[in-house]
C-alpha cells in the first residue's frame, strides 16, 4: 500500500515569552486542532471548516519558555510539493496562533523546519546495500513518528547481522537476514493498515479530523491507540487479530460521515491491500 508518499510538514520554534505563556509546565500538548485564531482569516480558501487542517505541538520547558510547532498532518497534492510555499503558510499559521494565544515574544531561539515523507514504496528488501531508519522508510505511514521504532529494533537488527555473519561468514546473508528483522512479515501487515489510514486522513477536512481523533482517542485506557502509534499491533506468527479489532472500534466509534470515508477508502487499492495482508488472500494487482 502507499505507493505514492504524503508528507508531513511542519515549522517550530522555541521561544521566550514577557510573561508566562500559559501552557501547563511539565506537560506537553499533542495536535490542538482548534481553529479560533483563524476565524475571519480572510486568506483561507473555503473557510475555517474547509482549509487545510494543521494542528500545534507545545513542549514548556518553564513558564516562559516553550517550543511550539505547527505541523499539517498529511498532504499529497501541489502545494505540499511546494515545499516553501507551504512552510510560509506554517510560518503564518503559528504567528496567529500565537498572537490569538496572546503570547508576547521577546526572544526567538532556533527554528525547526521539516519535510517528513510518509508511506511510499518500501526498499528492494534483501537487497546487499542495508538501510536504516527513514532510508529503510521505518517512518510510521500515519504518524511520521519514527525514533522510537528506530531505537526499539535496533538490537533485534543487530543481533541477526551479528548471527548471519557468525554462521554464514556472508554479507550477502547478513544483510538479507537484518532486512528480514526489519521487515517481517507481521510488520509489514501493520504497514498496510498504517498506509491506510494515512490514506484515509489525506485530504480530510478539519471536521472530520476531529471526528477521527475523537474515536481514536475515545477511550484513552485502551492499548489500541497506544499500540498503533507505537508500531507494536502485531507479533510474529499470530493473527492480527487486534488490528481487525482497532478498525471494528474506529468504524463504530465514528460519525457517519467517518464511516463513510472509511468505506469508500476500504474500496480502492490502498483499502484491498490491507484485506489482502490480514486474510492472507491473494491481491489481484500484485
Not at 36 to 48: A, F, I, R
Not at 61 to 74: A, G, M, N, S, Y
Amino acid at each position: 500500500g502507499g505507493v505514492a508518499p504524503g508528507y508531513q510538514i511542519a515549522y517550530g520554534v522555541t521561544i521566550e515569552c514577557e510573561g508566562p505563556h500559559g501552557f501547563p509546565v511539565g506537560e506537553m500538548l499533542l495536535m490542538d486542532f482548534s481553529t479560533d485564531h483563524l476565524e475571519g482569516d480572510e486568506e483561507l480558501e473555503g473557510g475555517v471548516d474547509g482549509h487545510v487542517p494543521t494542528f500545534l505541538y507545545a513542549f514548556p520547558f518553564d513558564d516562559r519558555k516553550i517550543f511550539l510547532e505547527e505541523t499539517h498532518l498529511v498532504a499529497r497534492d501541489e502545494r505540499a510539493m511546494a515545499t516553501s510555499l507551504e512552510m510560509e503558510e506554517m510560518v503564518r499559521r503559528l504567528d496567529m496562533r500565537i498572537d490569538h494565544l496572546g503570547i508576547k515574544v521577546s526572544k526567538r531561539y532556533e527554528e525547526e523546519c521539516s519535510v517528513i515523507p510518509m508511506g511510499g514504496p518500501l526498499p528492494i528488501l534483501g537487497q546487499p546495500t542495508l538501510a536504516y531508519g527513514a532510508a529503510a522508510v521505518m517512518v510510521h505511514p500515519a504518524s511520521g513518528y519514527m525514533i522510537n521504532r528506530v531505537i526499539k529494533y535496533a538490537p533485534e537488527v543487530a543481533s541477526a547481522l551479528a548471527r548471519a555473519l557468525e554462521e554464514t561468514g556472508s554479507p550477502q546473508r547478513a544483510s538479507e537476514a537484518a532486512w528480514e528483522a526489519i521487515w517481517p512479515k507481521h510488520r509489514l501487515i501493520e504497514r498496510d493498515l498504517y498506509c491506510f489510514g494515512m490514506e484515509v486522513m489525506l485530504g480530510l477536512d478539519v471536521g472530520l479530523l476531529r471526528d477521527f481523533f475523537a474515536a481514536f482517542f475515545q477511550n484513552p485506557k485502551e492499548r489500541f491507540w497506544r499500540r498503533f502509534l507505537a508500531w507494536d499491533m502485531t507479533k510474529p506468527g499470530q493473527k492480527p487479530y487486534s488490528m481487525s479489532v482497532f478498525m471494528i472500534l474506529m468504524f463504530f466509534r465514528g460519525s457517519w460521515r467517518l464511516r463513510a470515508r472509511l468505506v469508500r477508502e476500504a474500496m480502492f487499492k490502498d483499502g484491498i491491500h490491507l484485506l489482502k495482508s490480514i486474510f492472507d488472500m491473494p491481491f489481484p494487482f500484485d
